[in-house]
């Protein structure tokens, strides 16, 4: 009996559905719905019109790969203190998708900043 193939396919997050996500197939506009639960960690991560890869095992969806660094936005956090370093500690900051990253002292609400998806941790301002 020959097995089915895990296979990755590039798709585009359109949108929230629910307690389901929708992407589109970036070659044949095809979308595929999948559920949140599958998805958890990556939906910490996820924008609209983001590029993601859809792990399938034959027809059934196991999951996506976001990319490895995403910009998101600092949407609460404490008021950065003047004459702060990158190098004097740092406090929690509250990203556009929930997501809550150890950053600086002078990072403040608004900042765009690139994360690493890989263990949720700062990187710079974007």
Do not use: C, H, W
Not at 14 to 41: C, H, T, W
Not at 77 to 90: F, M, N, V, Y
């Amino acid at each position: 009996m020959e097995q089915a193939p895990i296979n990755t396919r590039k798709m585009q997050y359109l949108y929230a559905d629910g307690d389901s996500r929708v992407f589109m197939d970036m070659d044949n506009y095809e979308q595929v719905s999948v559920p949140d639960d599958a998805i958890k960690n990556e939906l910490l991560y996820l924008q609209e019109n983001m590029e993601v890869s859809l792990v399938q095992y034959g027809s059934e969806t196991l999951g996506i790969e976001v990319p490895n660094t995403v910009v998101l936005t600092v949407v609460a956090t404490e008021p950065g203190i003047k004459g702060s370093t990158a190098s004097g500690g740092s406090k929690p900051a509250t990203m556009d998708t929930g997501l809550v990253v150890q950053v600086p002292f002078f990072v403040n609400e608004g900042d765009k900043l690139s994360i690493n998806t890989q263990d949720g941790s700062y990187i710079s301002r974007a």
